[in-house]
T-cell receptor, first 113, second 113 residues
Framework: AAGVIQSPRHLIKEKRETATLKCYPI?????VYWYQQGPGQDPQFLIS???????DKGSIPDRFSAQQFSDYHSELNMSSLELGDSALYFC????????????FGNGTRLTVT | DAKTTQPPSMDCAEGRAANLPCNHS???????VYWYRQIHSQGPQYIIH???NNETNEMASLIITEDRKSSTLILPHATLRDTAVYYC??????????????FGKGTSLLVTP
């Protein structure tokens, strides 16, 4: 079965640079979620979109923004990168019913040097 | 969302049943119980979820107490590949999708030969 696709798998950036992470949800899924997982930490929710509108917001820094496009894929844009942004970034998708489970991709590992 | 409490770690012998408890004493009537697991640095994997009835699928069984204040995830015949961090998460079911799944500390399950 098709899964959530994230690209790139690995990304290395320098401080103060920008990064864009992409997420392609499971076909027919209309909701996407972004999570950040620092070393030794549990996944932390950043933001979600349902039908291209922001649905819920977590601890997303102001330097980060995200959007969902008409084909339901999503991009997480990160500016003025800091060393502390080094983490695994997971995208998840779900089908737009109230108790539909989230299905996660395998993440993008961002390293900021 | 209601908070959950899980033991930080558990051991289980290969081939035996693994019973992972979760306390969610402040759960509300419209909140579901979800179980996910994360194998080192991979994306969290959906296992099972339920509202008030016991649930079973090909991976596990979910037993929810009648007062809904606690639940148990049962892996009937644990294998070495079941070694992972298991997260019990309570999530509100809204009218629209996109409500966050908030990860807590989870239980680190070690399956031994």
């Amino acid at each position: 079965a098709a899964g959530v696709i994230q690209s790139p798998r690995h990304l290395i950036k320098e401080k103060r640079e920008t990064a864009t992470l992409k997420c392609y949800p499971i076909p027919r899924h209309d909701t996407v979620y972004w999570y950040q997982q620092g070393p030794g930490q549990d996944p932390q929710f950043l933001i979600s979109f349902y039908e291209k509108m922001q649905s819920d917001k977590g601890s997303i820094p102001d330097r980060f923004s995200a959007q969902q496009f008409s084909d339901y894929h999503s991009e997480l844009n990160m500016s003025s990168l800091e060393l502390g942004d080094s983490a695994l970034y997971f995208c998840a998708s779900s089908f737009g019913v109230t108790n539909s489970p989230l299905h996660f991709g395998n993440g993008t590992r961002l390293t900021v040097t | 969302d209601a908070k959950t409490t899980q033991p930080p770690s558990m051991d289980c012998a290969e081939g035996r049943a693994a019973n992972l408890p979760c306390n969610h004493s402040t759960i509300s009537g419209n909140e579901y119980v979800y179980w996910y697991r994360q194998i080192h640095s991979q994306g969290p994997q959906y296992i099972i979820h339920g509202l008030k009835n016991n649930e079973t699928n090909e991976m596990a069984s979910l037993i929810i107490t009648e007062d809904r204040k606690s639940s148990t995830l049962i892996l009937p015949h644990a294998t070495l590949r079941d070694t992972a961090v298991y997260y019990c998460i309570v999530r509100v079911a809204g009218l629209n999708s996109g409500y966050a799944l908030n990860f807590g500390k989870g239980t680190s399950l070690l399956v031994t030969p």
